[in-house]
Structure formats: structure tokens, C-alpha cells
């Protein structure tokens, strides 16, 4: 997909529209679970469900429509067991026409920390680097503490509510906090584990010798996480080297991904990135599970560093992950997937201290990085659906049926859309969400 610009003043218009339009439109009335008779725990048949199954094209090649039919699904032990012509007369779970979709992944979110569930607060004026955020955190950490386990399951209802089943999400690990972030998420998830789905990084929010915490990441290393995270390690640890080092050592002695955030822009941005890089190719077992989460240094460089770049993160198969941001930093992602980088997106930050931002929709990333880019044909915005699902599409480039297959863990979503191309562009609304073979929203 080649990008195409679009006015800033347009994009923020647009975006602002959809943000209002897309506020509390869901409601579990809606939902086709609370419509629909229960059925046994480990089958589940949908009929009346719209697939797509290929591309109309014009005289010159263009894919101008996408065809969609209805199809009757049976689903066994939280996989799809069958794929049949459609049956209405069948005892099944009527879908209405509704388009099913992937469940979609929110891959950079933070569920431990968030406002949400409380009162209204706006982000104050008076926090205006990472170093004035880690103080203020220091200070309101330990009463938030108390009710973390109850907020972190509403921020994921949220999740749900919008059609994710599945996040990446980072925990503090810091002197303040110690392990309990950790500990108290882990709670919510239990919960929450007939449900939701989670890999878990453990994050040195506070730094890792800017506080003492590389004990603590030596423990979080031994708990149930997946990941490595990091920080910022010339702002805010002083050093690169002394950091990453850290924070690689630990994830090849106990077998973890990483996952760094690295705000830092120019040369020690862009020295981070070529640092992990290196190490990645010293240690190929990180390879495919090694991410840099936001890196805006990417976003200065000229074309040809840019190209440069994602052939090396291609190469190490090391990941990206943006929040789409826009305003001053506009990163190169139509680039980046040209190169075949693993570019994954979430909310990041829903309702806390950093942001007041973010309202659980992955879909609305898909959106934003559709206009931010250009992508307005069919073919186009058919593709951008991969940031929301994490590369499942359910037709492929060349409009073969591709998603569901039998076999397929039940992951879905049924969303009030013609096709993926207009769920992007509209940022359709979500009436269920299907995890594991269940209906669970």
C-alpha cells in the first residue's frame, strides 16, 4: 500500500468525529448474547453469519467491492469444527447478516494502571516529563494499589466491549509498587480467564538503576510473564549499554521476549534501536519476540534511512509497536510493512495519569492509521484491519478466503459491517465478541 497524504486539519477533524461517534455506542443489550438462547459450554452453531469470499475488480485489476455470503459455523471445544452452506432453519444462534470478523489484539495497552472505574480526572499541568511522571506515580501508587484488581477488570469489559479478547500488557515493576502490580493483575486476569487473554511484560516504569529495580526484575524474570521490558535507558538510566545489557541477559537466562518503550528521539533513539538490533543477532532466539514500543526516532529520518531501518528490524525480526500517533510524529509504518516488520498496535495508555485518552478500540487504530496514510480504496482498507487482528485477515492480497478455516480457535467478533473495508473506514460498532467458542460479550 503506497501512502497517500492527507491535510492535518482534515485528519484531526475526522479523528475527533469518530472519537465522538464512537463514545458509548456499545451497549450488552445490543449484544447477541443477551438475545440469543444458551447452548452447551463447548458448542456453539451460528447461522445467518456474512464471510467474505473474494474481491469484485474493475477493468484494470482494481479490487472495487468485496463479496460477502452467508454461512452457517458449528463450533466444537473453542474451535471451529465446521463451515456449512447456511441452514436457517437450524437450532442455532441467528448472527442477523452481521460480518464476522477476527478477534482483534490490543498489543500495547497498560491494564494495571488506569483511572477507569473512578471519578473523572484530566491529566495534571504540572507533569511534564517522564521523570515528573515517575515521582507522581511514586505518590499515588500505593492508594491506587487497593483497588487495582477491581479496575483492571473493567478496563478489560472495556476491551471486550469493543471486540478484543487478547492484550500485550506491560505491569510496573518498581521500589513502589514492588511486585503487587504484577500480582494484582495477574488476580484480575484469573478472573477474567474464561474470557480474556493476556502476555504479560514486566515494565521498569521507574527505571531499572534510576530506582532500584533490577532486583525486582530478576523476580518478576521468574514469574509468570513473557516479556522483558525497559525504559528510556539514556533519559532515564543514563547509559544504553549498562540498560540494555540488563534487560537482554534476562530474557535469554529465563527464556522471555522483550519489549522496550523508547520515547527517546535523535541519536540516542535511534542508537537503542541499533544497540538492540545487535543483540538480537548475538542472541537469534530473540528473534520474532523482540518488540520497540513507540520508537519515534523512526519517525525523523530521511527516506533512505528510513528504508534502511526497517530492513535491518526486518532482518533481526524485531517488532514494532505504535499507538498511531499524530500531531508532530508520523511513523513510518507503510514502510515498515513493506519491509515485513511486525507492526502491532494498541491503546496504550485508557483514562490514567499519563493519558486521558484511549477508549479500548483497536478498530479506531486501524481507522487513524487509514487516514493518517491515505488508505481509501477497498483493497487498502481492507488490509489496514491487520493492526486491529495482528495480521489475520480474512481475505488474503490476492482475495482468496483465508480466515475462518476449520480448526481456527473460535476467536471472533461480529460487527454491524458489510465488509472489513467498511468496518475500518466507519469503525463499525461490535455486537459480540466470541472467545474460546464462547460468547462472552
Excluded at 521507574?206 to 530478576?218: D, F, Q, S
Excluded at 534487560?247 to 527464556?255: C, G, M, P, S, T
Excluded at 484511549?358 to 487498502?380: C, I, M, P, W
Excluded at 467478533?413 to 458489510?418: E, G, H, K, R, Y
Aim: hydrophobic share 40%; net charge neutral.
Amino acid at each position: 500500500m503506497e501512502p497517500r497524504s492527507i491535510s492535518r486539519k482534515d485528519f484531526i477533524k475526522n479523528s475527533s468525529m469518530l472519537l465522538a461517534a464512537g463514545a458509548g455506542i456499545l451497549k450488552a443489550s445490543e449484544s447477541i448474547a443477551a438475545e440469543q438462547p444458551q447452548f452447551a459450554a463447548k458448542s456453539l452453531t451460528l447461522k445467518n453469519v456474512r464471510l467474505e469470499t473474494g474481491f469484485e475488480y474493475d477493468g484494470e485489476g482494481n479490487a472495487v467491492q468485496t463479496k460477502t455470503e452467508l454461512f452457517t459455523i458449528e463450533v466444537l471445544d473453542g474451535k471451529i469444527k465446521a463451515i456449512l452452506p447456511n441452514n436457517t432453519a437450524a437450532k442455532a444462534i441467528d448472527a442477523k447478516g452481521l460480518l464476522l470478523l477476527p478477534a482483534f489484539r490490543d498489543m500495547h495497552i497498560h491494564l494495571d494502571k488506569t483511572f477507569y472505574g473512578l471519578p473523572w480526572k484530566a491529566k495534571s499541568p504540572k507533569h511534564k516529563t517522564v521523570k515528573d511522571m515517575i515521582a507522581y506515580e511514586q505518590e499515588i501508587i500505593p492508594e491506587l494499589l487497593k483497588t487495582s484488581v477491581s479496575r483492571s477488570e473493567k478496563l478489560i469489559e472495556l476491551l471486550q466491549s469493543h471486540g478484543t479478547n487478547y492484550a500485550r500488557s506491560h505491569v510496573n515493576i518498581d521500589p513502589t509498587s514492588g511486585l503487587n502490580s504484577l500480582k494484582n493483575l495477574q488476580k484480575a486476569l484469573e478472573n477474567k480467564k474464561d474470557s480474556f487473554q493476556a502476555e504479560l511484560v514486566a515494565f521498569p516504569q521507574h527505571g531499572i538503576y534510576y530506582t532500584k529495580t533490577e532486583p525486582l526484575m530478576k523476580e518478576a524474570a521468574q514469574m509468570d510473564i513473557d516479556f522483558i521490558g525497559g525504559l528510556d535507558p539514556t533519559n532515564i538510566d543514563g547509559s544504553i549499554e549498562k540498560h540494555m545489557d540488563f534487560i537482554v541477559q534476562l530474557a535469554v537466562d529465563h527464556n522471555k521476549g522483550i519489549d522496550i518503550h523508547l520515547h527517546e528521539s535523535g541519536e540516542s533513539g535511534l542508537k537503542t534501536i541499533n544497540y538492540l538490533i545487535d543483540k538480537v543477532n548475538e542472541n537469534p532466539e530473540l528473534k520474532g519476540k523482540t518488540f520497540v514500543s513507540h520508537s519515534f526516532a523512526l519517525a525523523q529520518l530521511d527516506k533512505a534511512k528510513t528504508e534502511e531501518m526497517a530492513e535491518k528490524l526486518a532482518n533481526a525480526k524485531v517488532g514494532i509497536a505504535s499507538t498511531i500517533p499524530f500531531g508532530g510524529t508520523i511513523m513510518p509504518i507503510p514502510v515498515l510493512y513493506k519491509h515485513g516488520v511486525d507492526v502491532v498496535t494498541g491503546n496504550d495508555s485508557i483514562v490514567d495519569w499519563w493519558s486521558t485518552f484511549g477508549t479500548g478500540s483497536v478498530l479506531q487504530k486501524a481507522n487513524l492509521a487509514a487516514q493518517l496514510y491515505g488508505y481509501r480504496t477497498e483493497f487498502d482498507l481492507s488490509r489496514i484491519l491487520k493492526l486491529a487482528t495482528h495480521n489475520v485477515l480474512p481475505l488474503d492480497d490476492k482475495g482468496n478466503q483465508s480466515w475462518p478455516k476449520v480448526g481456527d480457535k473460535a476467536d471472533m467478533v461480529l460487527i454491524d459491517a458489510s465488509c472489513s473495508a467498511e468496518a475500518v473506514s466507519r469503525v463499525s460498532p461490535v455486537k459480540s465478541l466470541i472467545h474460546g467458542g464462547k460468547v462472552v460479550y
